[in-house]
């Protein structure tokens, strides 16, 4: 672990994949596209609304999986000190973010044709909306200091303390009386979902994961050279 | 023609479809095109600030 923690080697590791990831983002999400839009049968009870599944349930997957990569390295950098950590945990905030938000606006069009509502305010749609203030709040968090180390640390608290958030999305479904239906994909006996259905939504969610690796890539790289630019004018002006 | 109009008019439910799909698309647009921009003015800000320490004494510091 030691040996990625250094900005350098880190930075050539993540410019040798980076095109690789690009390139297949870009053929994953053409292909589940295509598949979603034009091969994928319609749902028996819900029509074509079903569609927005291709969307919602990945970015739902999503938002859960980056706010764990944001929890784990932020735990890596408040235990071991160390600096890429952080960095990686601020970087990947503003992308869990997005993810969240297209899981709740597409869960909101998808809420009206079916439930009759957009919104409700039962245990998934609240504790998935929980999850979208965590993140708004670790961005402000992190940004409110003027010593970067503060701000880290502050946020990285915040991020741990919100991981009990997650299980209570998770079986939110289980454990009250929702509107939202339980899992199809992610269960114990195997999915329940026909092939047709489930090869778009694994594309996307494939596409999502390395979306996100990608746009996290390039969100290091950036906040990488800016601790350094911080670095030379601390120095500069040290003489 | 028809052909096209069916398909987006999605069995009625084009109305909630289609905007959820822009919206995915317009949000990772963005994040995109934020993450590329932010990177390429920092990394030529470390690479102006470096040139500038090198070469000329440092009047602007």
Not at chain 1, 30 to 42: E, N, Q, R, V
Request: hydrophobic letters at 55%.
């Amino acid at each position: 672990m030691h040996r990625f923690a250094n900005p350098t080697r880190f930075l050539k590791v993540a410019n040798a994949i980076f095109p690789w990831c690009a390139g297949i983002t870009a053929l994953l999400l053409a292909a589940g596209l295509y598949l979603a839009l034009f091969h994928s049968p319609p749902d028996y009870q819900q029509g074509e609304t079903v569609r927005i599944m291709y969307i919602h349930v990945p970015s739902a997957w999503m938002a859960l999986f980056v706010y764990a990569c944001m929890a784990v390295s932020s735990a890596v950098a408040l235990i071991w000190r160390h600096p890429l950590a952080d960095l990686i945990a601020k970087a990947a905030a503003p992308i869990g973010a997005g993810f969240t938000l297209i899981c709740l606006t597409t869960g909101s069009l998808w809420g009206k044709p079916m439930w009759g509502t957009w919104w409700v305010w039962d245990a998934r749609l609240t504790s998935v909306l929980i999850l979208f203030f965590l993140y708004l709040g670790y961005i402000a968090l992190v940004n409110a200091f003027d010593d970067p180390t503060r701000g880290h640390r502050a946020a990285g608290i915040l991020a741990l303390v919100g991981v009990v958030n997650l299980p209570i999305i998770k079986f939110s479904v289980e454990w009250w009386n929702t509107l939202h239906q339980p899992a199809s994909v992610l269960r114990l006996d195997g999915p329940a979902i026909y092939p047709t259905m489930l090869w778009p939504l694994l594309l996307m969610a494939t596409g999502f994961t390395l979306f996100f690796v990608t746009v996290l890539i390039l969100r290091v790289r950036s906040e990488i050279a800016a601790a350094k630019i911080r670095n030379l004018q601390l120095s500069l002006a040290q003489g | 023609m028809d052909h096209l109009m069916a398909f987006l008019s999605m069995g009625g439910k084009g109305g909630y479809i289609w905007p959820a799909y822009l919206i995915a698309a317009v949000v990772l647009i963005a994040l995109l095109v934020n993450s590329l921009r932010s990177a390429r003015i920092q990394e030529s800000r470390l690479a102006a600030l470096r040139q500038a320490r090198r070469g000329i004494p440092e009047d602007d510091a």
